[in-house]
């Protein structure tokens, strides 16, 4: 969607290095999302945040961490990657209506 | 907590077949049912939705009634065509205290062969 970009958009990178991904929204919503899709398992909330500095745990939340500093930007970071975090990562944002980035893939080896 | 089961897939049908996808949902309160659908290499996309008991959502040949009676949120389509092809996600709103947290389904992947 044009209002929600992701980047990097792919990624690889080797296990026990530390991994930030970022969502930016042109549309000022207030709540931002981070969700994981794997397969046998749809989609899982990791985080979300409901204001800037004002974030929470989602489902599987273990391992990562996220920062928002500014309305726009919603940031998910991997502190330490391992290979059970190999998955697509979605943001999204709600406002009358959920709308979804196009993924970053990420890949630890 | 809530959950949603959908049937497991995949699915594979030939051009201009029906349709059903099976959605059951476990919830408290009275939760907003979604189907979204997502093309290969891209987000999810809203298919349609329900927010009250015995709304009807529809959107490109596709409906869903919410029955509160049997939890379930069916998605249907008379006629599926090879574009349809993709995987399709039931979802509820899990709105504790006004987050609007999405749970999801695991998935269903439809092929539509012409």
Redesign the interface.
């Known amino acids: 969607?044009a209002g929600i970009t992701q980047s990097p958009r792919h990624k690889v990178t080797e296990t026990g290095t530390p991994v930030t991904l970022r969502c930016h929204q042109t549309e000022n919503h207030r709540?931002m999302?981070w969700?994981r899709q794997d397969p046998?398992?749809?989609?899982?909330?990791i985080h979300?945040s409901?204001g800037v500095k004002d974030t929470?745990k989602?489902e599987v939340s273990d391992g990562y961490s996220v920062s928002r500093s500014k309305t726009e930007d919603f940031l998910l970071t991997l502190e330490s990657a391992t290979s059970s975090q190999t998955s697509v990562y979605?943001c999204?944002t709600?406002n009358y209506?959920?709308t979804?980035?196009?993924?970053t893939r990420l890949t630890v080896v | 907590g809530n959950s949603v089961t959908q049937m497991e897939g995949p699915v594979t049908l030939s051009e201009e077949a029906f349709l059903t996808i099976n959605c059951t949902y476990t919830a408290t309160g009275y939760p907003s049912l979604f189907w979204y659908v997502q093309y290969p290499g891209e987000g999810l996309q809203l298919l349609l939705k329900a927010t009250k008991a015995d709304d009807k959502g529809s959107n490109k040949g596709f409906e869903a009634t919410y029955r509160k009676e049997t939890t379930s949120f069916h998605l249907e389509k008379g006629s599926v065509q090879v574009s349809d092809s993709a995987v399709y996600f039931c979802a509820l709103s899990d709105d504790q205290g006004g987050s609007e947290k999405l749970v999801f389904g695991k998935g269903t992947k439809l092929t539509v062969n012409p």
């Open positions: 969607d709540y999302y969700y046998g398992h749809g989609l899982r909330l979300y409901y929470d989602g979605f999204a709600f209506g959920y979804f980035g196009s993924g």
